[in-house]
């Protein structure tokens, strides 16, 4: 069974940028498809991003596009959330999570996750 480890988060300023990761470890992501997640201080996780880790088709949140651009890189067996001009809103944990009847925008709810990373944008 795959395992998911994020790394990336931490401080950053309005208008500024971040790249998150998702390490999977136990088996090839190509064979997934990973959601981006995220739950802020009051708020109900939700779902940000996603990418079918076979043919790199992605899927995104209304919040998320236009800034946010998820991909993978197959050889490194990772997934990557790039975030521009962050806003105070996005201030969140963002999880990486995913199963094997996971899909691109359904209301499933993946089975496997990784710990999060924290997100803070403040000035």
């Known amino acids: 069974q795959v395992q998911l480890v994020e790394s990336g988060g931490g401080l950053v300023q309005p208008g500024g940028s971040l790249t998150l990761s998702c390490a999977a470890s136990?088996?090839?992501?190509?064979?997934?498809?990973i959601g981006w997640f995220r739950q802020g201080p009051g708020h109900e996780r939700e779902a940000v991003s996603c990418?079918?880790?076979?043919?790199?088709?992605?899927h995104y949140a209304d919040s998320a596009k236009g800034r946010f651009t998820i991909s993978i890189d197959k050889t490194k067996n990772t997934v990557f959330l790039q975030m521009n001009n962050l806003k105070a809103e996005d201030t969140a944990v963002y999880y990486c999570a995913t199963d094997l009847l996971y899909v691109c925008g359904s209301r499933r709810i993946p089975e496997i996750w990784g710990q999060g990373t924290l997100v803070t944008v403040s000035s």
């Open positions: 136990g088996s090839t992501l190509t064979i997934y498809r």
């Open positions: 990418i079918n880790g076979g043919d790199s088709r992605t």
